[in-house]
Nanobody, 122 residues
Framework: VQLQASGGGLVQAGGSLRLSCVVS????????VGWFRQAPGKEREFVAA????????FYANTVKGRFTISGDNLKNEVYLQMSSLKPEDTAVYYC????????????????WGQGTQVTVSS
C-alpha cells in the first residue's frame, strides 16, 4: 500500500485546513487509515483514524471536536478536516495504513506517506 498526503500549509490560529491522503496499491488487507503528527523534538502522536470499510472513526482527545476524519472509498482517499486550529497543532502530519482496525500506536501502522507540514501562527 502506498500513501500520499497533501494539503498542509500556513494558517492563523482559529483557521481551518483539510488534509488529503490518497491510498493506492493493494488495499485488500487494509483495516484502517490513520493520521499522525510529529512536532519538532517530540514523538509521533496519533491524531485520528477511520476504518477502511465502514465509517467508524476515533480521535485523540487533543483534537476531538475540532478535527474530522472521513473517507471516500471510491476515490481511495482519506481526509482530515481541521478546524479551530491552535499553534500547538503545528507539526508534520502523516497518513498511514494498518492491518489493525482500532490501533492508535504508530508501530501498528505498516505503510506511511511522506508527511505534509501544517503550521499554525498565533
Amino acid at each position: 500500500v502506498q500513501l500520499q498526503a497533501s494539503g498542509g500549509g500556513l494558517v492563523q490560529a482559529g483557521g481551518s485546513l483539510r488534509l488529503s491522503c490518497v491510498v493506492s496499491g493493494r488495499t485488500s488487507n487494509t483495516a484502517a487509515v490513520g493520521w499522525f503528527r510529529q512536532a519538532p523534538g517530540k514523538e509521533r502522536e496519533f491524531v485520528a483514524a477511520i476504518r477502511w470499510s465502514g465509517n467508524y472513526s476515533f480521535y485523540a482527545n487533543t483534537v476531538k471536536g475540532r478535527f474530522t476524519i472521513s473517507g471516500d472509498n471510491l476515490k481511495n482517499e482519506v481526509y482530515l478536516q481541521m478546524s479551530s486550529l491552535k499553534p500547538e497543532d503545528t507539526a508534520v502530519y502523516y497518513c498511514a495504513a494498518t492491518y489493525f482496525s482500532g490501533s492508535v500506536m504508530p508501530d501498528d501502522y505498516n505503510s506511511w506517506g511522506q508527511g505534509t507540514q501544517v503550521t499554525v501562527s498565533s
